[in-house]
């Protein structure tokens, strides 16, 4: 897969992101327009459009996602308090980057249910 996204820019270095973590499959940056105290994407660098284009192949990296999420959620100081994971698919759940990412939430009290 080589399509370009918002996000493989960022990943290549074409648009200016601050990363929180980066390893060969997954990285994490801080969002542009933080929800949050502590706002961050975590996105796989195979641009899988959204969830929904997973397939079983992708079983291993889904996992990768997440336990990178937890990690950089300890990182953050947020593993105490807890947080919120989020992943918007498609138009209705609000998804606007077509490049599969996790967004983490923390730094205050979170409601339900979500917008
Ligand atoms: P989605 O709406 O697809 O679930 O989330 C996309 C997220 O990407 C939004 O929270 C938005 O603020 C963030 N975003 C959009 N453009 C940029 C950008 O250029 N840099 C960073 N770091 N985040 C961005």
Not at 84 to 96: D, E, F, H
């Amino acid at each position: 897969m080589s399509q370009e996204t918002l996000f493989t820019r960022i990943i290549n270095g074409q648009i200016p992101g601050k990363f929180v973590h980066r390893d060969e499959d997954i990285v994490a940056i801080r969002d542009i327009n933080p929800q949050a105290p502590t706002h961050v994407l975590v996105i796989p660098v195979k641009p899988l459009p959204s969830l929904a284009e997973a397939g079983p192949e992708d079983e291993a990296l889904l996992g990768r996602l997440l336990l990178t999420a937890k990690r950089v959620a300890e990182q953050e100081g947020l593993a105490e308090g807890g947080y919120r994971l989020v992943i918007n698919v498609g138009g209705q759940g609000g998804q606007t980057v077509p490049h599969l990412h996790v967004h983490l939430l923390g730094g205050r009290q979170m409601t339900w249910p979500p917008g």
